[in-house]
């Protein structure tokens, strides 16, 4: 590429989020970077958008001399907003992240960091989520650095497979004690949730979500298993949800009855 790539960079956690202000950092290394990221946490949003309420994008200055929007809307809000109304060419790669806590396995449904790469990926865009397995705000995002930079650079170097963006989950030890990298699957697993139901002064009764994560999945090609090892995981998404698979058993339904 003969010159510097346009990287839009975002989040779920919020523009000023420690996460993000590493993420943006390392940007600052492989090409120009803009940011477009909610003005307030929207962790948990999946790939929710706006669409009853108005949204408001305000220029910030926080740190360094890139540009930077902070957004009223949802990660995926964040990225519709850059590509129509912001930036004045494509970007050549939007990253999300560093996201304070896990997405990897079946969090990746819920998350945020996820959809806006995901939104990304919709419009053409080659995108990458970046998560740490630590949800301390405070968290050390330092040895994160080079393989963020070096997923990055690949990525944008060797171009990434049609309709797929990838989903980056880096464990939470020193960068000495990391032993490399991994391209895996998505590992089974998912979470055995309860609701902590309580009462308000009022006599209102309401309800906190809890739960535990269980993984169901024994393999050694998942993502959870490469982190619990000490690797950084790389799991391939796909946007399209179709279940290829079972379109051949589901066409031996009876489904033409309907007609008589």
């Not at 740190?63 to 907003?81: F, H, I, M, R, W």
């Not at 464990?171 to 139901?197: M, S, T, V, Y």
């Not at 946007?239 to 339904?253: G, K, V």
């Given at each position: ?219 050694e090609d998942t993502d959870e298993w490469a982190l619990e090892h000490g690797y950084v995981s790389v ?26």
């Open positions: 590429m003969s010159k510097r790539p346009l990287i839009l960079v975002t989040n779920d956690d919020g523009i000023t989020a420690p996460g993000i202000r590493t993420l943006i950092s390392v940007m600052n290394t492989i090409g120009d970077v803009v940011v477009v990221a909610p003005d307030s946490p929207q962790s948990g949003m999946g790939h929710a958008i706006t669409v009853n309420s108005t949204l408001y994008i305000e220029k910030v200055d926080i740190d360094g001399k890139q540009p930077e929007y902070s957004c009223s809307g949802t990660p995926a809000d964040c990225v519709k907003l850059a590509v129509r109304e912001i930036l004045d060419r494509r970007p050549d790669i939007c990253v999300s992240g560093i996201n304070h806590g896990s997405n990897s396995s079946i969090n990746v449904i819920y998350s945020g960091t996820m959809s806006a790469a995901l939104e990304a990926g919709i419009e053409g865009i080659p995108a990458i989520g970046f998560s740490l397995l630590d949800y301390n705000w405070n968290a050390n995002f330092e040895h994160c650095k080079p393989f963020i930079e070096t997923i990055t650079r690949n990525a944008i170097e060797n171009g990434m497979p049609e309709g797929v963006v990838l989903n980056v989950n880096l464990p939470k030890l020193e960068k000495h004690a990391i032993k490399g990298i991994k391209i895996c699957r998505q590992a089974r697993a998912n979470w055995e949730e309860k609701f902590d139901k309580r009462t308000n002064p009022m006599g209102r009764d309401y309800y906190w979500l809890a739960g535990k994560f269980v993984n169901l999945d024994n393999g799991v391939p998404v796909q946007f399209d949800m179709t279940a290829h698979h079972a379109i051949q058993s589901l066409n031996t339904w009876n489904l033409k009855k309907t007609l008589k």
